[in-house]
């Protein structure tokens, strides 16, 4: 079964710019696979951030965006705040009824 | 504005089986051309998509669950459901309901804690 990637972690300062990636176990993310984004903090049900691969979700600061970088759907955060601090999912359409949530990336702002 | 409002035990035992309700107020499952969808949490760990009912009641399921996983609609009721067959503590997790098309999954339940455990 594939695997949809995420970094376990990652860091970033204080109005820094990160980029978190979400990628598969064999081949290549493309816009067919509808990759979407959520924001979780504990306790909390996930929020849409990005869908479709670059919509942001209605709300959503422009600072979060998203692309295809390489064979990886990206999620960009610019001027990161302290309330950033939580954790990234992604999400892939893998055809034929079936969606695939990542791992995860736990996002520290220091 | 779109709820969804999850209903079940907090507690299953090890061989029973786990079932939950969600139930849609705001709008209508029926003639809806979105997924009605559970997702789901272990403790301290990622999501994973569970599984996931149009509004017809034509099934989708993680092929890992699949063999254990019912997903139904009760349009009459504006409700759906998940039963999880024998069930051990792996499947200890809050379990969220979602409604959600092929791009986004735009608004989701409170979530449920569910223990397995005797």
């Known amino acids: 079964q594939t695997v949809v990637t995420q970094e376990p972690s990652f860091s970033v300062s204080p109005g820094g710019t990160v980029t978190l990636t979400c990628g598969l176990s064999s081949g290549s993310v493309s816009t067919s696979y509808f990759p979407s984004w959520y924001q979780q903090t504990p306790g909390q049900a996930p929020r849409t951030l990005i869908y479709s691969t670059s919509t942001r979700s209605s709300g959503v600061p422009d600072r979060f965006s998203g692309s295809i970088l390489g064979n990886k759907a990206a999620l960009t955060i610019t001027g990161a705040q302290a309330d950033d601090q939580c954790d990234y999912y992604c999400?892939?359409?893998?055809?034929?009824?079936?969606?695939?949530f990542g791992g995860g990336t736990k996002l520290t702002v220091l | 504005q779109l709820q969804l409002q999850q209903s079940g035990p907090g507690l299953v035992k090890p061989s029973d089986t786990l079932s939950l309700t969600c139930t849609v107020s705001g709008g209508s499952i029926s003639n809806s051309p979105y997924f009605w969808g559970w997702i789901r949490q272990p403790p301290g760990r990622g999501l994973e998509w569970v599984g996931s009912?149009?509004?017809?009641?034509?099934?989708n399921y993680s092929p890992s669950l699949k063999s254990r996983l019912t997903i139904s609609v009760d349009t009459s009721k504006n409700q759906f459901s998940l039963r999880l067959s024998s069930v051990t503590a792996a499947d200890t997790a809050v379990y969220y309901c979602a409604r959600h098309d092929y791009r986004d999954f735009d608004y989701w339940g409170q979530g449920t804690l569910v223990t397995v455990s005797s």
């Open positions: 009912v149009s509004d017809s009641g034509s099934p």
């Open positions: 999400v892939l359409y893998m055809g034929r009824g079936i969606w695939v």
